[in-house]
């Protein structure tokens, strides 16, 4: 059952949902979502998905050691982009890190923070738009929330001017 959104009742703030990944356009999302929360009094909420779906079984210890490197390596990741959005707009992201299907994991987080607004992708500047925008469009019909689409090739000015 889908959660009523309660962003802007009293006591809830809208959020922002940037998700982070390795692409080279994932900035471009982070920065748009940083200037418009910024300017509209929203906070950013930052997920990072480890993709749990190619990992071969390890021994125990093995298995572990890898789990802890990925979560490191993601935690390392979203203080980044973090930090990139508190120097855009002097706001501190919500951080959060899931392991699984992105998509899934995605869509769960909207399910179950009912203050999430708006879902922030970017899409790369070439032919393709990238996995994540594919994937989350073909959804798109069944989404509780709005989802914003920044072009990768614009530029910090370029969406200085839009937000």
Not at 12 to 21: C, M
Not at 65 to 90: L, P, S
């Amino acid at each position: 059952m889908s959660r009523k959104r309660r962003c802007y009742e009293p006591g809830h703030r809208p959020k922002y949902l940037v998700v982070i990944d390795k692409t080279a356009e994932c900035d471009r999302a982070v920065y748009y979502a940083s200037r418009r929360a910024a300017r509209t009094g929203a906070g950013v909420l930052m997920l990072r998905v480890i993709e749990t779906g190619d990992r071969a079984p390890q021994w125990l210890g093995v298995a572990e050691i890898m789990q802890a490197e990925q979560h490191e390596e993601a935690g390392e990741m979203v203080a980044r982009f973090a930090a990139r959005a508190n120097g855009i707009a002097g706001i501190t992201p919500e951080r959060v890190i899931r392991e699984g299907d992105p998509t899934e994991e995605i869509l769960a987080l909207i399910e179950e923070d009912e203050d999430i607004a708006v879902l922030v992708l970017a899409a790369g500047d070439d032919e393709e738009p990238g996995p994540l925008v594919t994937s989350l469009s073909q959804a798109a019909g069944s989404f509780l929330i709005p989802m914003t689409i920044v072009p990768g090739h614009l530029s910090d000015d370029e969406l200085d001017a839009m937000t």
